[in-house]
């Protein structure tokens, strides 16, 4: 099986900030490096792209020696973290960016959908866009042309195939975005989160056919996701990313596995220290969040889920709310509740505690986190935080029945049961 893909000692460097060094002689002596093919000198302090710490550069490596190759039809996933470098390692696969050091080396052509409307012209019709498109990737106009009634029929949009695009929905754009992607004879497919944007039935319509271009086709397809689920079942293969780094490389199951485990949050967490140094900013900061079973020492199925969070408010004369998201391992929102800690423009400098309970024999066994976003009238965050903490449920069946039960929820169900003869 042939090479598709090859990445070599990749990295790419983001100035935070005003462009430029701050003097006219730093930028003359980094313009001279660059003459001689000198490594830029003020890379040389660059920190890695962890943005839950200030920081003392103004340099960032957003990706830092990244290295892999890919075979032709693999299918690979790439997992990480908000801000592990995801969408800049595919910008500059896709050449929308161009990388700081290292190279790549591509075989075939690529289609990529990285954003709602990428590649797209907003003036353009639907269908003049799907020929556009297919000139930006090379096709000749009867190869186009002989996938046009595909791709349409795909899409979901023939109402308004020559309407502008931008007079398109998200949802719209991204279904004939993907269509185009797809469908025209490009040997790498790159796919960021962006189909987030459309249905449950169009999301599972576009799984299916990457699946198809890649087993039957023959077809590379790079996919970034948070859908540990849409990895598992799409992909061959998955790469994990931290803070620009490649610190896993294995079979799809091994590295969800492996970014799942290294992803699970403390189940307990109280600050210590000064309070400028809790996790939050200038408006919160948190400074305990500690999650318990209602009943024993462990939290099971039937036991039931306490969690208390304290946190430091600083926003006066707001309405304040806390919105808790708890997911799953793969990904998949369990629920996403909130409460207003204050209704009447009365929020005040100072502690809160936050207590609530999730019934008994309702989360199915298996690893969650939770998700915190503070708000202020319910419209503008004030601070969020992904994965601040997590907890597992252990599974109790016992015997024959002994297996993890599908599903997110395990409720305990009364059911009624009558005969007659």
Same mark, same amino acid.
């Given at each position: 099986?042939?090479?598709?893909?090859?990445?070599? !000692?990749?990295? &790419?460097?983001?100035?935070?900030?005003?462009?430029?060094?701050?003097?006219?002689?730093?930028?003359?002596?980094?313009?001279?490096?660059?003459?001689?093919?000198?490594?830029?000198?003020?890379?040389?302090?660059?920190?890695?792209?962890?943005?839950?710490?200030?920081?003392?550069?103004?340099? %960032?490596?957003?990706?830092?020696?990244?290295?892999?190759? %890919?075979?032709?039809?693999?299918?690979?996933?790439?997992?990480?973290?908000?801000?592990?470098? &995801?969408?800049?390692?595919?910008?500059?696969?896709?050449?929308?960016?161009?990388?700081?050091?290292?190279?790549?080396?591509?075989?075939?052509?690529?289609?990529?959908?990285?954003?709602?409307?990428?590649?797209?012209?907003?003036?353009?019709?639907? +269908?003049?866009?799907? =020929?556009?498109?297919?000139?930006?990737?090379?096709?000749?106009?009867? #190869?186009?042309?002989?996938?046009?009634?595909?791709?349409?029929?795909?899409?979901?949009?023939?109402? =308004?195939?020559?309407?502008?695009?931008?007079?398109?929905?998200?949802?719209?754009?991204? +279904?004939?975005?993907?269509?185009?992607?797809?469908?025209?004879?490009?040997?790498?497919?790159?796919?960021?989160?962006?189909?987030?944007?459309?249905?449950?039935?169009?999301?599972?319509?576009?799984?299916?056919?990457?699946?198809?271009?890649?087993?039957? #086709?023959? +077809?590379?397809?790079?996919?970034?996701?948070?859908?540990?689920?849409?990895?598992?079942?799409?992909? $061959? +293969?998955?790469?994990?990313?931290?803070?620009?780094?490649?610190?896993?490389? /294995?079979?799809?199951?091994?590295?969800?596995?492996? =970014?799942?485990? !290294?992803? @699970?949050?403390?189940?307990?967490?109280?600050?210590?220290?000064?309070?400028?140094?809790?996790?939050?900013?200038?408006?919160?900061?948190?400074?305990?969040?500690?999650?318990?079973?209602?009943?024993?020492?462990?939290?099971?199925?039937?036991?039931?889920?306490?969690?208390?969070?304290?946190?430091?408010?600083?926003?006066?004369?707001? /309405?304040?709310?806390?919105?808790?998201?708890?997911?799953?391992?793969?990904?998949?929102?369990?629920?996403?509740?909130?409460?207003?800690?204050?209704?009447? $423009?009365?929020?005040?400098?100072?502690?809160?505690?936050?207590?609530?309970?999730?019934?008994? /024999?309702?989360? @199915?066994?298996? /690893?969650?986190?939770? &998700?915190?976003?503070?708000?202020?009238?319910?419209?503008?965050?004030?601070?969020?935080?992904?994965?601040?903490?997590?907890?597992?449920?252990? $599974?109790?069946?016992?015997?024959? !029945?002994?297996?993890?039960?599908?599903?997110?929820?395990?409720?305990?169900?009364?059911? $009624?049961?009558?005969?007659?003869?």
């Amino acid at each position: 099986m042939s090479r598709a893909i090859k990445v070599e !000692n990749l990295s &790419k460097a983001y100035q935070l900030g005003d462009f430029g060094t701050g003097t006219i002689s730093r930028d003359l002596e980094r313009f001279w490096a660059r003459l001689r093919g000198k490594e830029d000198p003020f890379l040389k302090i660059g920190e890695v792209n962890d943005r839950t710490i200030k920081g003392e550069s103004d340099v %960032v490596w957003s990706l830092n020696d990244i290295n892999f190759e %890919v075979e032709q039809g693999d299918a690979v996933g790439i997992i990480g973290r908000n801000g592990a470098g &995801k969408s800049t390692l595919l910008k500059i696969l896709s050449r929308v960016t161009s990388p700081t050091t290292g190279s790549i080396k591509l075989r075939g052509r690529i289609a990529s959908l990285l954003e709602v409307g990428t590649g797209f012209h907003p003036e353009l019709s639907g +269908r003049e866009n799907i =020929y556009l498109n297919g000139a930006i990737l090379g096709m000749r106009k009867a #190869e186009i042309k002989q996938k046009f009634d595909e791709i349409v029929s795909f899409s979901g949009v023939e109402r =308004y195939i020559d309407t502008p695009v931008k007079r398109y929905s998200s949802g719209m754009y991204v +279904r004939l975005a993907f269509a185009v992607a797809a469908h025209l004879e490009s040997e790498i497919l790159i796919v960021d989160e962006v189909l987030a944007v459309g249905d449950a039935e169009f999301q599972k319509k576009c799984l299916g056919k990457m699946g198809q271009v890649s087993m039957n #086709e023959g +077809r590379t397809v790079l996919f970034v996701s948070h859908n540990m689920a849409a990895v598992k079942t799409l992909c $061959n +293969r998955g790469i994990v990313l931290a803070n620009g780094q490649l610190i896993y490389d /294995n079979k799809q199951l091994e590295a969800v596995n492996f =970014y799942q485990t !290294n992803n @699970n949050t403390r189940s307990t967490f109280e600050h210590q220290g000064d309070l400028s140094s809790a996790p939050g900013n200038e408006n919160i900061r948190v400074l305990k969040f500690v999650i318990r079973p209602l009943t024993g020492d462990s939290i099971a199925i039937s036991t039931g889920v306490s969690f208390e969070m304290i946190f430091f408010n600083q926003k006066t004369g707001i /309405n304040l709310d806390a919105t808790f998201e708890l997911k799953n391992s793969d990904e998949i929102p369990v629920f996403h509740n909130g409460v207003l800690i204050s209704t009447d $423009n009365d929020s005040k400098t100072g502690f809160y505690t936050v207590k609530c309970t999730i019934p008994p /024999n309702l989360l @199915n066994a298996g /690893n969650y986190s939770f &998700k915190l976003i503070f708000g202020e009238n319910q419209r503008y965050q004030l601070f969020g935080a992904d994965d601040f903490i997590g907890f597992e449920v252990e $599974n109790e069946s016992k015997g024959s !029945n002994s297996a993890l039960a599908p599903g997110v929820i395990h409720p305990k169900l009364d059911f $009624n049961i009558s005969y007659q003869a």
